[in-house]
């Protein structure tokens, strides 16, 4: 099974997997729980496209706070502490280690769910920071960023311990990812919360978050996720380490300059640079979809509807929304395509289509091990994967074509722009069951890690329990 | 790579410098930066948005406003028109030549031929720089937006979804302060067809005191409170409004030229 760690015997491995256990629970939980409230959110967001009359009188579901409030959910609730958790668990296995300092990430993990909570709260009550991926209000962000550091010193401490000195490919993705968030994160909230710059200064600070974030941050994490679970599960070696440092220093040095958006009101140097960093994220790109193709395709593996079959497709989705990347990016293209539904759904395939599902894949590989029993649910693995694929296809499809169509009929000063509107609204009605979609199979998640979260504290219960009323050894009874 | 140190290295040097590019640059460039002039005038752009304004710009942040609308015009480029400003005495030859020329989006040279006909025959031109493109033509702005009109704006409204139209300059497409009033209350009232939610938290039904307030909403009909109620704006809405009447961009400015209509009118 192990491809990339030196002979582990199975006593140890047991060791490291439960070492990880409580964290990993506290991370996946909240992360359960948020994707479904995100989820939710968004469906309730997408309602007002049916109708937009419903939530006239409260503030609290007007679409301008509902549709950020479901964007951070999923990204900071979900997306971020589902990456931690994959994270500690790969270094401590690459690491051939138990976790160390365990305790720290649980008690990170409770002040992140907290961060999340006083964020979406925040912005439901009107307290946004009116930054897009950057909403919460100062409370939420400071513990978020303190739980980060948090996780992230246990991440570095089990790296520090590694038995193999030797890095894994996933070891830059992953390592270079715990530095970028706490950068990126900071930099956003100093510079546009705590002491914001003047004018459109702000905006590029912005962009330059947003990028970081959802394309490059999420692309560090679910690629090099990617590339740990890939190899074992296909049974073959990453197809190469050299090709993957290739991938790795494209990606940091390429990706992290696309973001501008081409026609904005900033001295012209901005959008020029990113758009030509846009077209050289090619590269990276064309590398990961060469190592992913060699490493997974000759492998004697049906997918069955499980973790490979989720690695496969959210790598896949990586591909294409880099893709939709560097053409909104492009000029000619982006005259058609920026400020329309082109844009959300390049940033929700990323989102959902790969890095959520990507996730899951991982989640649903590692849980048993961790756990030391099998999933409660396992059918319900290959329905979610059946509901996310469809969710996703429809959402992403619906909103990219919508987009597209809306872009080429601003462009056309003939129609007006409530028939440009209008003519938006039935994919954005077929986006609405896309939600349905991915909100049901996002059920399906939760359910098994709540129920498996609940076995494990009964067990631990009946256990106490029974170590309570066990009949004291003899040899202690005093005569 | 062999170790930690390095990845912390290659991180450091990738992520530092768009660092440097897209954070240090633009607050270098654009941080300190000041009031400048309008185009042939001595008046100061921006000015401070008005108190009530400044505070609208926070509802429409509270309220996610940039959600769905823009505060970015573009433009494509810039054009030129040949508009006559007087007959002369040769009457009949000038309009001769007006009716058959082309005198709307010319080139400079275009332009420059054009008035020097009419001129010959004895006509008094202006040549009038006008910007062209979909959202101009849309009649979202006279010219696109530019760094300096968001001197004073926090947080930055510039938006990336045009779900409803571009704001950039709705304080002048849209000066009616009660028309606004009444669309953020029941928007398919006024724009038959809008997809915009309704902003009713932004207001409040009361009973009716001695008299009607001179401030109440006249709404339609249909929408209209029960009798001896009234719809009064609440202070949000009325610095909602006050902030989406203060956005204009409808100078022209040395970044974005054109010719402003005050000259046109003369014509």
Redesign the interface.
């Known amino acids: 099974m192990i491809v990339n760690e030196i002979s582990p015997d199975q006593l140890s491995t047991g060791k490291i997997d439960a070492s990880c256990r409580v964290p990993l629970l506290a991370l996946f939980g909240g992360a359960a729980l948020w994707l479904v409230v995100g989820l939710l959110l968004a469906l309730i967001a997408s309602l007002n496209f049916h109708m937009p009359e419903k939530f006239a009188n409260c503030p609290l579901l007007t679409y301008g706070r509902v549709q950020p409030a479901a964007n951070d959910a999923i990204i900071y609730g979900f997306a971020i502490p589902a990456a931690l958790g994959v994270l500690l668990w790969i270094f401590a296995r690459l690491s051939q280690t138990e976790l160390v300092l365990p305790l720290v990430p649980i008690v990170a993990a409770n002040i992140w769910h907290l961060g999340v909570f006083v964020g979406i709260v925040g912005i439901l009550i009107g307290d946004s920071t009116g930054y897009a991926w950057l909403e919460f209000p100062r409370g939420g962000s400071v513990l978020l960023f303190a739980a980060f550091l948090l996780i992230a010193i246990s991440a570095v401490a089990t790296f520090g311990q590694r038995k193999e000195r030797e890095l894994y490919p996933s070891h830059w993705f992953l390592l270079a990812a715990l530095l970028w968030f706490p950068w990126i994160y900071s930099t956003a909230n100093l510079f546009l919360v705590a002491w914001p710059v003047r004018g459109v200064a702000q905006a590029v600070i912005s962009w330059w978050f947003v990028d970081n974030l959802i394309f490059v941050w999420l692309a560090l994490v679910g690629i090099g996720t990617a590339f740990y679970f890939l190899p074992k599960l296909a049974g073959r070696p990453l197809q190469s380490h050299y090709f993957a440092l290739f991938a790795f220093w494209t990606l940091i040095l390429f990706s992290t300059w696309c973001g501008i958006p081409q026609g904005a009101p900033v001295p012209a140097w901005l959008p020029a640079l990113s758009s030509v960093a846009s077209a050289l994220t090619i590269v990276p790109l064309i590398a990961i979809a060469v190592i992913l193709v060699k490493t997974v395709c000759g492998a004697n593996v049906s997918c069955k509807g499980g973790p490979f079959c989720y690695l496969k497709f959210g790598t896949t989705a990586f591909i294409l929304s880099g893709l939709m990347l560097i053409a909104s990016a492009c000029p000619q293209i982006s005259c058609v395509t920026e400020f329309t539904w082109f844009g959300p759904a390049q940033t929700q395939l990323q989102i959902l289509g790969f890095f959520a599902i990507v996730m899951f894949g991982a989640i649903y590989e590692l849980l048993p091990r961790v756990m030391g029993f099998e999933l409660p649910f396992p059918k319900f693995v290959r329905l979610q994967h059946w509901l996310f694929m469809l969710g996703t296809v429809l959402l992403v499809a619906s909103l990219a074509i919508g987009g597209i169509e809306q872009g080429l009929k601003l462009q056309n000063v003939g129609i007006a722009f409530l028939d440009v509107t209008q003519a938006t609204l039935p994919f954005l009605r077929a986006s609405t069951l896309g939600l349905l979609f991915l909100l049901l199979g996002s059920l399906l998640f939760a359910a098994n890690i709540f129920v498996m979260t609940f076995k494990w504290k009964l067990a631990l219960f009946k256990s106490v329990i029974a170590a309570v009323k066990a009949p004291l050894e003899t040899a202690e009874v005093k005569s | 790579?062999?170790?930690?140190a390095l990845?912390?290295l290659?991180?450091?040097i990738?992520?530092g410098?768009?660092?440097c590019?897209?954070?240090l640059a633009?607050?270098l460039?654009?941080?300190?930066?000041k009031q400048t002039t309008v185009l042939n005038s001595s008046d100061a752009y921006p000015v401070q948005r008005t108190g009530d304004a400044t505070l609208g710009l926070q509802v429409y942040?509270?309220?996610?406003?940039?959600?769905?609308h823009?505060e970015?015009v573009?433009q494509d480029g810039v054009a030129c028109d040949v508009v006559l400003t007087g007959a002369g005495k040769n009457l009949a030859a000038v309009s001769n030549l007006v009716s058959t020329l082309k005198l709307n989006g010319l080139t400079k040279d275009e332009a420059d031929v054009a008035s020097q006909k009419i001129s010959v025959a004895g006509g008094k031109v202006e040549t009038h720089i006008v910007a062209t493109g979909?959202d101009i033509?849309?009649g979202w702005g006279l010219r696109?937006?530019?760094?300096e009109?968001?001197?004073y704006?926090?947080?930055?409204?510039?938006g990336?979804?045009?779900?409803?139209?571009d704001l950039a300059n709705v304080g002048a497409r849209l000066p009616d302060a009660n028309w606004q009033l009444l669309h953020l209350y029941a928007?398919?009232s006024v724009?038959?067809?809008?997809?915009?939610?309704?902003?009713?938290?932004l207001f409040e039904t009361r009973k009716i005191g001695n008299a009607s307030s001179p401030d109440a909403l006249q709404l339609p009909k249909e929408l209209a409170p029960p009798a001896g109620y009234e719809v009064m704006p609440t202070d949000e809405a009325k610095e909602l409004v006050a902030y989406l009447l203060s956005l204009r961009i409808d100078v022209p400015l040395y970044d974005a030229p054109f010719t402003p209509r005050a000259f046109t009118s003369k014509k």
Request: hydrophobic share 40%; proline share 10%; glycine share 10%.
């Open positions: 790579m062999k170790g930690g990845v912390f290659a991180t450091f990738a992520l410098s768009s660092w590019g897209f954070v633009p607050e460039q654009l941080g300190t930066a942040r509270a309220s996610g406003c940039a959600a769905c823009t970015q573009q979909a033509s849309r696109c937006s530019v760094t009109d968001f001197l704006d926090y947080p930055m409204p510039l990336s979804l045009r779900v409803g139209p928007p398919q724009a038959k067809g809008s997809m915009m939610p309704p902003f009713r938290y």
